[in-house]
Nanobody
């Protein structure tokens, strides 16, 4: 299963960006969708996550500024980011997990997107 993230860019503090991630491949079911980020010199950290039980988790630093949502297409996840701060500057990665149809049965998958850079200027 391949993930393609998009929507990153350059924005001034207080601005907004919307990230999207689309999965392709022989997907049977997606159980988990999430966004992570990695700032220069720091470890990758969870930003927000969604499960097919409609459980949503946000990192404390999002503080109501970010919203994760499943797209109209079931293989899409979005991250709406408002009131962006310079400390939100990072490469943002999407991640999805679930099961895929291998042709000989169902197998689990855990895939990452390539990352999309978000730069917030002060």
């Amino acid at each position: 299963v391949q993930l393609q993230a998009s929507g990153g860019g350059f924005v001034q503090a207080g601005g907004s960006l919307r990230l999207s991630c689309v999965a392709s491949g022989r997907i049977f079911r997606i159980n988990v969708m999430a966004w992570y980020r990695q700032a220069p010199g720091k470890e990758r950290e969870l930003v927000a996550g969604w499960t097919n039980a409609e459980r949503i988790t946000y990192a404390d630093f999002t503080k109501g500024r970010f919203t994760i949502s499943r797209g109209n297409a079931e293989n899409t996840v979005n991250l709406q980011m408002n009131s962006l701060k310079p400390e939100d500057t990072a490469v943002y990665y999407c991640r999805m997990g679930g099961s895929m149809n291998s042709g000989a049965g169902y197998l689990p998958f855990d895939s990452w997107g390539q990352g999309t850079l978000v730069t917030v200027s002060s």
